[in-house]
Every structure is written in C-alpha cells, then in structure tokens.
C-alpha cells in the first residue's frame, strides 16, 4: 500500500485527549494524533525507538531526566528502553513514528 489517506483511518482515543490514526509500513508504525491541552501520556517505556515530530501546538516532552518544551518543527528521539512521557500544554497535532512495528498501536487495540 504505496499511498495512505490519513483522513479516512479510524479515529481512535487511546488515552483521555489522544486521538489518534494509525497504521503500519513493513517496518514501522505511524501515529497521526490530535491532542488536547492537559492531556498526558504516562512515563513508560517500550523496546521500540519513537520519534514525535510536533506538527501544531507544544507538547512538554520527557524522556529519561530531560525535559523539553517541543513546538512546530520540533522533533523528540525516544531511544528504545528508554522512560518517557509527554503532557499537551495546548491542543494541537503530533507525527509519532515507532521502529520496529509496534503491534499494541496500528489500530489493533
């Protein structure tokens, strides 16, 4: 599948304020998310690495002891193993990639 229209993937809300469209390449999983202000991912952590590439609004972003404030523009490398956690300061959209496929994302639970 070469080509993916985000807009017609199922919108699910996986965590209060997360809403997200997901799907798989061959070897990575791919989270479309609109978030609300307030709105927080607990910390913890998974054998994946994660990229989250904000596209609109600030998201306070921790991985380990590092804490950042990532606006437009901004991209956050979670590496595999590795606590994180992330609280929405406004409403807005994030990119979230995971390598390899996550199979608890894309949409299957």
């Known amino acids: 599948m070469p080509f993916i229209d985000t807009s017609e993937l199922k919108t699910i809300e996986r965590l209060p304020g ?4 997901y799907f798989d390449s061959c070897n990575m999983t791919f989270g479309h998310y609109v978030f609300d202000a307030g709105s927080k ?3 913890h952590s998974h ?3 994660e990229v989250w590439n904000v596209i609109e609004g600030q998201l306070e972003v921790t ?3 590092d804490s950042r404030v990532a606006g437009p523009g901004c991209v956050a490398v979670v590496p595999p193993n590795t606590l994180h956690s992330v609280r929405a300061i406004s ?3 994030a990119i979230v990639v995971d390598h390899p496929l996550r199979a608890d994302m894309a949409g299957r639970g």
């Open 41 to 43: 991912i607990h910390e």
């Open 18 to 21: 997360w809403k997200g469209r």
């Open 63 to 65: 991985i380990g002891s």
């Open 91 to 93: 409403n807005g959209r």
């Open 47 to 49: 054998p994946n690495e």
